[in-house]
Nanobody, 128 residues
Framework: QVRLVESGGGSVQAGGSLRLSCTTS????????VGWFRQAPGKEREGVAT????????YYADSAKGRFAISLDNAKNTWYLQMNNLTPEDTAMYYC?????????????????????WGQGTHVTVSS
């Protein structure tokens, strides 16, 4: 059973920064996909960023490009989402996700239905 544990959410003013963390037990395969998704009230869950570990290839939603960065610390089995220049539109519940069955191409799609393992969610609130 793969368990993902998130941390790092909170409240911040517009223009501020937060870093989310997600830690898991080690996957047995070398290549897998990790990512971050978010769901705002009344909206569907959407992909924010994903990372394919095989080549540390990263993918970002348009809303995240230039402001957010996903990274992975293999030694700690932990990946991060550094979020800078936050706006009220970034307010949402953020979830980390991972799956070893997702190919690199599928990883780039950032579709939540492709991921089997999820964190419990951490709330991010950005005030204006």
């Amino acid at each position: 059973q793969v368990r993902l544990v998130e941390s790092g959410g909170g409240s911040v003013q517009a223009g501020g920064s937060l870093r989310l963390s997600c830690t898991t037990s080690k996957f047995t395969t070398r290549d897998y996909c990790v990512g971050w998704f978010r769901q705002a009230p009344g909206k569907e869950r959407e992909g924010v960023a994903t990372l394919w570990t095989g080549r540390s290839t990263t993918y970002y939603a348009d809303s995240a490009k230039g402001r957010f960065a996903i990274s992975l610390d293999n030694a700690k089995n932990t990946w991060y989402l550094q979020m800078n220049n936050l706006t009220p539109e970034d307010t949402a519940m953020y979830y980390c996700a991972a799956d070893a069955e997702v190919t690199r191409t599928t990883c780039s799609y950032m579709r939540d239905g492709n991921f089997d393992y999820w964190g419990q969610g951490t709330h991010v609130t950005v005030s204006s």
